[in-house]
């Protein structure tokens, strides 16, 4: 059996936000023993053809966390995101609170501070966030202690992060019936993918798994929660044992088929910067930069 760093029988209160242009779930996670919180992938809303950025969806956040009478202490960012903005910046400033991802964001600031040609100006250090995670840190929400979990292959920074008997596995896994999610991002692999996968099918069975993401694939409602046995049993690219083989062979494939995000320009250019704008020229307005078959 393995070993982990905290106990998992404590059950946290876990309150989503769907987001549906962006088809992502936030979430406010709150220690059952006291009124501290944690903030998991925020949402910052984009018109991207119209350049404009505005906040509803992390205002509907503060908003429950207000009202609510919590105290906020983590923003965590499951990976850099491709597919939509983060909103932690925004909310950092509202309610306080640290922003959190894992250490390998600074080879997805080397691989991408190259893709949008930054200038030495741009930290590929990772100190535009307030706590970078290794694999089994452990961090608190109130009385809860919460720990992460290393989780590569759909980026080199992907993280799940356990808290109690909840888990929160960014684009790690999908719903049973969605599957997994893409490999062929740079530093991203189908095999170290895989492998991350078995890591969170290793954990209780009865553990809680939500979703950073769902499709509501063949039409049905949309779904962010299910379990370790659920998944280990029913998902369509990993379960009943489906091997290793079969997995990259199958997930390489069906990344050669993908298009990609609609967002993943603007994405990446924020989110690298722990949800920062790219900084203001001396007229005080920001640009994001669209890298000509760079991507």
């Keep these: 059996m393995t070993d982990y760093p905290v106990e998992m029988n404590v059950t946290p209160e876990v309150t989503p936000f769907f987001d549906p242009a962006t088809n992502t779930i936030s979430y406010v996670v709150k220690d059952p023993n006291s009124n501290s919180c944690a903030v998991i992938d925020s949402v910052m809303d984009?018109?991207?053809?119209?350049?404009?950025?505005t906040y509803d969806h992390a205002d509907e956040i503060i908003d429950f966390i207000q009202k609510n009478g919590l105290k906020l202490e983590w923003l965590i960012e499951t990976?850099?995101?491709?597919?939509?903005?983060?909103?932690?910046?925004?909310?950092?400033?509202?309610?306080?609170?640290?922003?959190g991802i894992g250490r390998n964001i600074t080879i997805v600031q080397d691989t991408f501070g190259k893709v949008f040609n930054e200038g030495t100006e741009f930290q590929r250090d990772g100190s535009q966030f307030d706590a970078l995670f290794d694999e089994g840190d452990t961090y608190k929400i109130g009385e809860l202690t919460a720990f992460a979990m290393h989780t590569p292959g759909h980026t080199p920074a992907c993280m799940t992060h356990v808290?109690?008997?909840?888990?929160?596995?960014?684009?790690?896994l999908f719903m049973p019936d969605g599957g997994s999610a893409r490999a062929d991002f740079p530093g991203g692999d189908a095999a170290t993918l895989y492998d991350s996968i078995q890591k969170v099918l290793a954990l209780p069975d009865d553990m809680r798994l939500f979703m950073c993401h769902d499709y509501g694939p063949n039409g049905r409602d949309i779904e962010w929660e299910t379990t370790v046995a659920e998944e280990k049993e029913h998902n369509i690219h990993v379960g009943k044992g489906k091997t290793r083989e079969d997995f990259i062979k199958f997930r390489t494939e069906r990344d050669a088929q993908l298009d990609m995000p609609k967002l993943i320009i603007p994405s990446l250019q924020v989110n690298m910067r722990a949800g920062e704008l790219p900084p203001a020229d001396k007229d005080g307005k920001h640009f994001l930069k669209v890298p000509v078959n760079g991507l």
């Design 46 to 53: 984009i018109d991207y053809a119209a350049g404009r950025i």
């Design 79 to 99: 990976h850099v995101h491709a597919d939509h903005l983060s909103a932690a910046p925004y909310i950092q400033q509202k309610l306080g609170g640290k922003i």
């Design 163 to 172: 808290v109690g008997d909840a888990s929160f596995v960014g684009d790690t």
